[in-house]
T-cell receptor, first 118, second 113 residues
């Protein structure tokens, strides 16, 4: 069945190391979101893409975070260098945006990557 | 399990009772709203959505009510079951604006058998 796939599910890394999280959106979806979830802040939107183009990354710390979509089947979120405060669960979600003519629809979430930076 | 937010609103109900979860949204330009359910260790899962040209929508055991005047959403779950225990989020989106899907802080529902 169609679902958003995220890898890895868990990642423990040392402060200063580079972390790359990957997401395979549902085939045919034209919108991809990256969210971060923490106990204190809840679900925060970091960035989102429409047809592989970044539309908004204002929620993302630009100095260390970067998000890309090398192709329609892969979205990546990279942190370099990582810091302990980056510890969180990172979710990718995909959906169909308004350019499809159907109006905005729900976003389907992956299982998340639980990142721990020590 | 994972809890979201140190000050997450909580709702505790008995199995079989009806549950009502409330959400106040912030953007008066928002025209599309979604309720998500998040179980421990999983990603948010779509429950039901509603567009701003409606004030009520029903699904299986769930009903969403939208009051645009006071910017308020509610999710009603009929005959609540232990499997309904989770954190529930409302999310808002503005089709004419940035199209961001912005989430509320969530409400933790606990169903007691």
């Amino acid at each position: 069945d169609a679902r958003v796939t995220q890898t890895p599910r868990h990642k423990v890394t040392e402060m200063g190391q580079e972390v790359t999280m990957r997401c395979q959106p549902i085939l045919g979806h034209n919108t991809v979101f990256w969210y971060r979830q923490t106990m204190m802040q809840g679900l925060e939107l970091l960035a989102y893409f429409r047809n592989r183009a970044p539309l908004d990354d204002s929620g993302m710390p630009k100095d260390r975070f970067s998000a890309e979509m090398p192709d329609a089947t892969l979205a990546t979120l990279k942190i370099q260098p990582s810091e302990p405060r980056d510890s969180a669960v990172y979710f990718c979600a995909s959906g169909l945006g308004q350019k499809t003519g159907r109006g905005n629809t729900e976003a389907f979430f992956g299982q998340g990557t639980r990142l721990t930076v020590v | 399990g994972e809890s979201v937010g140190l000050h997450l609103p909580t709702l505790s109900v008995q199995e079989g009772d009806n549950s009502i979860i409330n959400c106040a949204y912030s953007n008066s330009a928002s025209d599309y709203f979604i309720w998500y359910k998040q179980e421990s260790g999983k990603g948010p899962q779509f429950i039901i959505d509603i567009r701003s040209n409606m004030d009520k929508r029903q699904g299986q055991r769930v009903t969403v009510l939208l009051n645009k005047t006071v910017k308020h959403l509610s999710l009603q779950i009929a005959a609540t079951q232990p499997g309904d225990s989770a954190v529930y989020f409302c999310a808002e989106n503005s089709q004419g604006g940035s199209e961001k899907l912005v989430f509320g802080k969530g409400t933790k529902l606990t169903v007691n058998p």
